[in-house]
């Protein structure tokens, strides 16, 4: 009886279903790919730089986001001004505070062209419609 598992096949560039053909002290050695039936060896993929890279990656992007939530508090609680309601009609300012029913108090960080803003939220970035924030000359 030969093991099957699921392992990222670099010919098909897919997870997909390998068997174990070589096995040496209880760990795979090489592995066949049932779908383009190639041969090669077996990489644990935990153990692999590129996995290693990604969790830096991701401690990299969470660090980022513990600035961007820290700067979002410091911004909010420095404002004198209370919270704008929102509204699809009302026009924001870029660092103004808006005070959305479901997502709550939030901090307009960019301005889409033409009726639109990217607003943080305490869960995170959203889009909102809203008046033309920066309207275009007629010329």
């Known amino acids: 009886m030969m093991d099957e598992m699921i392992h990222y096949c670099t010919k ?3 997870d997909l279903n390998h068997r174990i053909t070589r096995v040496a002290d209880g760990v795979p050695k090489r592995v066949l790919c049932l779908t383009c ?3 090669r ?3 644990d993929r ?3 730089p590129a996995s ?3 969790a830096r990656v991701k401690r990299a992007a969470a660090a980022k986001e513990g600035d961007r939530e820290s700067e979002w508090k410091r ?3 420095a404002r004198d001004q209370p919270p704008k309601p929102y509204g699809i009609d009302k026009v924001f300012a870029l660092d103004g505070q808006i005070e959305h029913q479901s997502f709550g108090i939030g901090l307009v960080v960019a301005l889409i062209h033409p009726d639109k803003v990217r607003v943080y939220f305490e869960d995170g970035v959203k889009i909102l419609k809203c008046g033309n924030s920066h309207p275009v000359p007629v010329l």
């Open 52 to 54: 290693k890279g990604a």
């Open 37 to 39: 039936q190639s041969d």
């Open 41 to 43: 060896l077996y990489r």
């Open 12 to 14: 098909c560039k897919l």
């Open 46 to 48: 935990s153990s692999s």
């Open 75 to 77: 911004k909010r609680t």
